[in-house]
């Protein structure tokens, strides 16, 4: 089993994630941690303990993390996601608390944990990186017990917050400046999953409509059947689960490693990712030095992940 640890703003598609990673039978899910994005950070710890009931697994701890970004106002996705962020679809709520620590404590005590075991624990945030920047610069030496961080955001040339810019990124861009720098000072190495692939692995509502016989099915269907609904299809992506399916099958997804920077000035380009996919000679020579290097996420295998996602979460 692969452990893992999934960082999230729970909205529609981070809950097809969390019934992925929660239900995989290949991924030990060590934690998960919320921060405020999609929705605010109560919505989201709500949503997030929700799924994980549906899942069959209460016994996975959740802690509450950050609420806003580290400099601008937050920020929501509600004409995405709904009031509720779960769609707003009367789903039977959790009863059960969030673990005491912060969110950025439990990240670096089961991180700690996993260094001194010699385990390596791959951490997939789905959200704006406000946590895991707050936690790779307050404890570095978390990165003994990291294998890598796929990340679900930015893309290499199309937005959806913003004409340049992906939510996740857009939402707190010095956040994720310092995930990438930290994590190329520390040696981690990052996946960007970003929008280039993110609406590629679509569930069809007639294959949705054959989730049935336990909440997590029921849950699944009722999901991709609200993000047809949205955005007025026969179907739906199961957007943020991809980034999961990439860490369960890692061949159905093609990258190439790209210095990556995130603008953090412009003020029609601000949390754009840039990517550049210049020849090695100009990248040497650019006067503005070094970007950390990603591996960003050009094609995925839309209907192997489907497949992929469908079996595990029925």
């Not at 605010?40 to 709500?46: S, T």
């Amino acid at each position: 089993m692969k452990p893992v640890i999934l960082d999230v703003d729970t909205g529609l598609d981070d809950a097809c994630a969390l019934l992925l990673a929660a239900r995989h039978p290949d991924l030990d899910l060590k934690a998960v941690t919320c921060v405020g994005g999609n929705v605010g950070i109560d919505d989201v710890v709500r949503n997030t303990l929700t799924v994980l009931d549906a899942a069959g697994r209460p016994d996975v701890p959740v802690a509450r993390g950050a609420a806003v970004p580290l400099i601008q106002p937050v920020t929501s996705a509600r004409h995405v996601h709904g009031e509720d962020g779960l769609g707003d679809l009367d789903w039977p709520r959790s009863t059960r608390s969030t673990d005491p620590r912060h969110a950025v404590e439990l990240l670096r005590d089961v991180l700690r944990d996993a260094a001194a075991t010699g385990e390596r624990i791959t951490l997939i945030p789905l959200a704006p990186l406000t946590n895991i920047a707050l936690l790779l610069r307050t404890y570095p030496d978390v990165a003994a017990g990291l294998q890598e961080i796929v990340f679900m955001g930015g893309s290499a040339g199309i937005g959806n917050a913003t004409a340049s810019a992906e939510f996740n990124v857009w939402t707190d861009p010095e956040a994720a400046a310092i995930v990438l720098a930290a994590a190329n000072d520390l040696g981690i190495a990052a996946t960007m999953y970003g929008l280039d692939v993110f609406y590629d692995v679509v569930v069809t509502l007639e294959q949705a409509r054959g989730l049935t016989g336990s909440p997590s099915a029921e849950l699944a269907r009722k999901l991709i059947e609200k993000r047809s609904e949205r955005y007025q299809s026969d179907g739906g992506s199961i957007g943020d689960g991809g980034a999961v399916c990439a860490v369960i099958d890692p061949s159905g997804l093609t990258t190439q490693p790209h210095p990556v920077r995130i603008e953090l000035s412009g003020g029609w380009s601000r949390g754009r990712t840039i990517v550049d996919t210049r020849d090695a000679l100009d990248v040497a020579s650019d006067p503005q030095g070094p970007a950390p290097v990603v591996q960003v996420a050009t094609a995925v295998d839309g209907k192997r992940y489907a497949e992929l996602w469908l079996a595990t979460v029925s």
